[in-house]
């Protein structure tokens, strides 16, 4: 189906572009909610530093399964291409469109975010008016098993700019739903606990001021001890036994942003 003859013309800002389809589908009783880059890119101004800022090419968001029907309906009018195959195939989880023009994705997840690890995010998607929780942001970011550099940069841009607290609050990490993911599965737990030690090893090749330095690794180890100190699950520990002889992560062929 080809939509650019009738298609209203999306924004070159992509931040401006994410706004924009959150308002629309809002107005019109669908929920969407930005996760990846451009969620980092709203709620952390250290995006914007030097040392950890990156570009955002494209735009994640997550919804609800149960408006899937509804999100198909509405990305056309917003001037978006579908990904018929993809959609297809994968649509009961998934949906992908394209700004040809502007070479842009939409990646849409639907109840889960599923990539390395697959976090629940359907009871969280109310939460917050625009993108999903700062803890869920930080949780896509550390259930990356290969992480890169842009991956870091997001994760210590969170950092520097929230606080860590032990319950859901504006503009603030709970670390407390962080330490409850992980103790339900341990894949999700040694995942986490890699990438916290990796964050923090690599932080003296960031220029950042000592005391920035100093911030990231705090709010790292209030984190790491709550995570360790919650109460594993009986699946937890049985997987725990099993350890790492046998692959606890999955490695998607196209990582989220």
Request: proline share 5%; hydrophobic share 40%.
């Amino acid at each position: 189906m080809t939509t650019n003859s009738v298609s209203p013309m999306t924004e070159s800002d992509i931040l401006k572009e994410a706004e924009r389809i959150i308002s629309t589908a809002q107005s019109q009783g669908i929920t969407l909610r930005l996760l990846g880059g451009t969620a980092i890119g709203f709620r952390c101004p250290s995006a914007k530093r030097s040392s950890v800022s990156r570009k955002y090419p494209d735009i994640d968001l997550v919804g609800f399964k149960r408006q899937s029907r509804e999100l198909r309906e509405i990305f056309p009018r917003l001037g978006y291409e579908p990904n018929q195959m993809f959609n297809a195939l994968r649509g009961g989880s998934r949906l992908m469109f394209f700004d040809l023009t502007k070479k842009r994705r939409i990646d849409i997840f639907l109840d889960y975010f599923d990539m390395c690890h697959k976090i629940d995010l359907k009871d969280r998607l109310t939460l917050e008016p625009l993108t999903i929780p700062l803890a869920d942001l930080l949780a896509t970011k550390l259930q990356i098993f290969k992480t890169n550099e842009k991956d870091f940069k997001d994760i210590i841009a969170m950092l520097l700019d929230h606080d860590v607290v032990d319950s859901d609050q504006p503009d603030a990490i709970n670390r407390e739903r962080l330490a409850k993911l992980c103790a339900d599965d341990w894949g999700i737990y040694k995942t986490f606990t890699i990438v916290i030690d990796k964050t923090a090893k690599v932080l003296d090749s960031f220029d950042l001021p000592p005391n920035d330095k100093e911030t990231v690794r705090e709010r790292l180890r209030r984190i790491s001890d709550m995570i360790e100190k919650e109460p594993k699950s009986m699946k937890w520990k049985m997987r725990a036994k099993v350890g790492e002889k046998k692959v606890w992560y999955m490695l998607p062929d196209d990582m989220a942003d």
